[in-house]
């Protein structure tokens, strides 16, 4: 018997609820299914796979393996692939989405060296704030900065957890004074993105305890740009990752208050359809993980 092959014609049977389902997708006879599953069984002496002439089911031993076995042999084939860019250079065309404030600020400087080392690859980077159907739209990746993943049968990486600030503007604060705790925040003009996870509630935490704040501002926009613009324009201030500010706040045209809690934080994460990554897919989240990490 050859171990690894009976193991992934039992996997393969299991996922297709028939041995011609099995065999189908194998490219091998309905026989070989059969043969390979029965030497299996007088391997692990146990019974797999209860089977009539017309249905087959797993056993409860069945079950509790294909669970265990999947997993390793995930495993092999992640590792199987993790070697492909080392044989070969990526090729093809490389479809991504991703938040365009977020991209534009920490990962866009860097598109060109990428590209640079791998010169048979072809990148379509679509920029939206607003989230992306990654199977229904056929990317091969998307970023995602988000608290809460939909789909639990896609996979994801987190490559970073972007920090919040409050801040506005000091025009805004000479007119309206500065917030000296988060419950202050119900007297100022807050401006919202509508995107985010905290939109309707800003939360902050210090010495253990938590504050939060509903926020229902006059002005809700559905791109950080466009909240940043309006926070420098002295309308209100907003809460915002702070790498989007971080020359504003630098220079003094912001300036952060309530620095002394820690407020909302934002992981970001690569998302895509299954643990066996292309080459072209896995040098892409691994240059994300590269260029985040050195930020």
């Given amino acids: 018997m050859d171990h690894l092959t009976a193991l992934k014609v039992f996997r393969t049977t299991a996922a297709a609820g028939s041995f011609a389902g099995a065999a189908r997708q194998m490219g091998l006879s309905a026989a070989a299914v059969s043969k390979n599953i029965a030497e299996l069984e007088a391997h692990l002496k146990v019974r797999l796979i209860n089977r009539t002439t017309r249905q087959m089911s797993l056993t409860e031993a069945g079950a509790a393996y294909v669970e265990r076995l999947s997993r390793i042999l995930d495993d092999l084939s992640e590792a199987d692939a993790a070697l492909a860019p080392m044989g070969s250079s990526p090729g093809g065309v490389l479809r991504v989405s991703a938040p365009m404030t977020f991209t534009l600020t920490a990962l866009s400087p860097a598109i060109a060296e990428f590209m640079r080392r791998y010169p048979n690859l072809r990148l379509e980077l679509n920029l939206q704030d607003s989230r992306s159907d990654l199977i229904g739209e056929g990317y091969d990746l998307v970023i995602r900065g988000s608290d809460r993943l939909e789909d639990s049968s896609l996979v994801a990486r987190r490559l970073t957890t972007m920090a919040h600030v409050l801040c506005g503007a000091p025009g805004y604060f000479a007119d309206r004074g500065r917030p000296a705790q988060p419950e202050d925040l119900k007297a100022h003009e807050c401006v919202q993105f509508t995107l985010s996870d905290h939109a309707n509630k800003w939360t902050f935490t210090r010495a253990g305890r938590s504050v939060a704040v509903p ?15 309006a926070v420098l324009a002295g309308f209100g201030l907003s809460l915002i990752p702070r790498i989007y500010v971080e020359g504003e706040l630098a220079s003094g ?3 952060a208050v309530l620095e002394d809690w820690e407020a909302d934080r934002t992981p970001v994460y690569a998302v895509y359809p299954s643990r066996h990554l292309a080459a072209k897919t896995r040098v892409f989240v691994d240059f994300l993980v590269e260029r985040l990490s050195a930020r």
């Fill in 215 to 229: 926020i229902d501002g006059r002005y809700k926009v559905s791109s950080s740009i466009a909240v940043r613009d």
């Fill in 253 to 255: 045209r912001l300036q």
